[in-house]
């Protein structure tokens, strides 16, 4: 069973600029969650989604979006970019995100300069 | 506010000795809590979870100890093996029962010396 897969694996964008993520969830896995990690904070958690309805929201600016499709798949989104923005990217898929451990995905390194 | 807190951010260990890694919380509606491991470059992996009915799980060389009176797990490694150097975090599932929505800790990076 292929595990949870995150494209791309690295991405350097300037400041200002917007920048899309791409998660594919374990197969029959219908939530995905998406975290962030920096090394002050440790992992943060940014949404969640379930059949392609938002469920759970983290304490984040706007600039950071989400959406997931039919096929469980999800992108983020962050516009505006800012330094801070840099960090570890994780996605997560569970079968329906209660009682259930999370698959992590190896994340997007994000760097913004 | 920090509801779940791993207050050493690193712990050394020999090989063949206990490593007992400890996560207090803030949140008494927390009911559920898991421990992740994570080597650089990978995801976070599930490790051993416990429910707050129980006070303790084990499987293999690893126990978790909650104790809800105090808000405190503890992760026991018995024995270490340099394989287990890894950052380790603990995390709680969020109010409402939504575990899409975990809460982690900042992380404990555990060394195992051979």
């Known amino acids: 069973k292929a595990g949870v897969t995150q494209t791309p694996r690295y991405l350097i964008k300037t400041r200002g600029q917007q920048v899309t993520l791409s998660c594919s969830p374990i197969?029959?896995?219908?939530?995905v969650s998406w975290y962030q990690q920096t090394p002050g904070q440790g992992l943060q958690f940014l949404f969640e989604y379930f059949s392609e309805t938002q469920r759970n929201k983290g304490n984040f600016p706007g600039r950071f979006s989400g959406r997931q499709f039919s096929n469980s798949r999800s992108e983020m989104n962050v516009s505006t970019l800012e330094l801070g923005d840099s960090a570890l990217y994780l996605c997560?898929?569970?079968?329906?995100?209660?009682?259930?451990?999370?698959?992590f995905g190896s994340g997007t390194q994000l760097s913004v300069l | 506010d920090q509801q779940v807190k791993q207050n050493s951010p690193s712990l050394s260990v020999q090989e063949g000795r206990i490593s007992i890694l400890n996560c207090d919380y803030t949140n008494s509606m927390f009911d559920y809590f898991l421990w992740y491991k994570k080597y650089p470059a990978e995801g976070p992996t599930f490790l051993i979870s416990i429910s707050s009915i129980k006070d303790k799980n084990e499987d293999g060389r690893f126990t978790v100890f909650l104790n809800k009176s105090a808000k405190h797990l503890s992760l026991h490694i018995v024995p270490s093996q340099p394989g287990d150097s890894a950052v380790y975090f603990c995390a709680a599932s969020g109010v409402g029962g939504s575990q899409g929505n975990l809460i982690f800790g900042k992380g404990t990076k555990l060394s195992v010396k051979p």
């Open positions: 197969s029959g896995h219908r939530s």
């Open positions: 997560a898929s569970s079968l329906d995100g209660t009682g259930e451990k999370l698959f």
